[in-house]
């Protein structure tokens, strides 16, 4: 994780954490239908990463849903970033190293691939994409791992730049946020990998310390860069797929960021804020401070996701960092459809929408 949120959590580990937390595992567990899964990271160190299944047949939510469907047994140590790619979730453990690869419509465990070195040291796996039949995992050793979705092991490493972080498929091109969050000097690239050969072929200066990518239906990619926290500020960049080139730079803070409907859905710096901004992906300018419209109260917006087909944006509030999260469910004009609790999990990070 990058450093200050390194500290952040020691911080709160250290101050209000004594032991891992335990959740009484359900003796039924209900039968995935169309609902959300959401991964909720846990707290740095503690090994309480959880998985939620919420059922909109009847409203419940079920966690941990993963520790129900494999005997008690927890994901780990810091569940970073997961899809659902083939009928399978790809759960990134970060502290843990490792890619947990489940079924989908049960959460069963399938084949936990190991993200060690040779010698043991963990590499630190940080966020997953998928392209055709295969998953692509940045680490923070500063490698992409490439790993073939029918035999589910790593057809190879591509070595990018430092600490890498989100990544995004915009063609047959793989663009990956280098942000050197670990160095005493950060790093302000974006790898581009051919999709074809499998080779990084490029590297674009952006800004400081960048983070987030995400494309758009037009052959774009938005970067979000935190800057250092003190002389070099953050940023937002769209590179143009085409050309690789830098065609707008702005000076905002964003921290997650979706594309949809021609327009940008953020959230508001690296350790988030209670809005959702929305933006023109032309000249950045804010289209609405808050896209939540109702009323409805989000103390820290930390994970963010769209469902293309229905426009309904998904919020996680991850409170206080040590209070269970909360998961809202808002319409595509910005109203509150439903909400639901997922403790004892913490940190709500991912949430991804499964129809069955």
Request: charged content about 15%; proline content about 3%; aromatic content about 10%.
């Amino acid at each position: 994780m990058k450093t200050n949120k390194l500290l952040l959590f020691a911080l709160i580990v250290a101050t209000s954490v004594t032991s891992c937390q335990k959740d009484d595992t359900p003796t039924d567990i209900p039968r995935v239908t169309t609902g959300l899964y959401v991964l909720n990271e846990g707290l740095y160190n503690s090994n309480n990463t959880t998985l939620t299944y919420y059922a909109l047949s009847n409203n419940n939510a079920t966690t941990d849903f993963y520790a129900a469907a494999n005997g008690g047994t927890g994901l780990g140590d810091t569940g970073n970033d997961m899809i659902l790619y083939g009928g399978k979730l790809y759960i990134v453990m970060n502290v843990s190293s490792y890619l947990e690869v489940a079924n989908a419509a049960t959460a069963k465990s399938i084949k936990k691939i190991d993200f060690k070195t040779g010698s043991g040291a963990a590499r630190q796996p940080r966020y997953v994409v998928a392209y055709k039949d295969k998953v692509f995992v940045s680490s923070y050793d500063g490698t992409v791992a490439v790993i073939d979705t029918a035999t589910l092991s790593i057809d190879k490493f591509i070595t990018v730049g430092p600490n890498p972080e989100q990544m995004a498929v915009s063609g047959d091109k793989l663009y990956v946020a280098n942000s050197g969050g670990l160095n005493p000097v950060m790093d302000s690239t974006v790898s581009v990998i051919n999709l074809t050969s499998l080779t990084e072929v490029q590297k674009i200066k952006v800004g400081v310390n960048p983070g987030s990518v995400a494309a758009d239906n037009a052959g774009n990619i938005y970067v979000g860069c935190t800057g250092d926290y003190g002389a070099a500020g953050p940023k937002l960049v769209k590179i143009n797929t085409a050309t690789n080139a830098v065609v707008k730079s702005a000076d905002t803070a964003v921290g997650k960021i979706r594309f949809y409907n021609g327009m940008l859905y953020t959230t508001g710096g690296y350790l988030g804020v209670r809005y959702i901004r929305t933006l023109n992906t032309t000249d950045f300018a804010q289209t609405s401070p808050n896209f939540i419209t109702d009323g409805t109260t989000i103390q820290l917006a930390y994970g963010l996701n769209i469902d293309e087909t229905t426009g309904d944006v998904f919020v996680g509030d991850a409170k206080n960092y040590t209070t269970a999260g909360v998961v809202y469910c808002f319409d595509k004009n910005g109203k509150k459809k439903y909400s639901f609790s997922v403790s004892p999990g913490l940190n709500p990070n991912t949430i991804l929408t499964i129809k069955q």
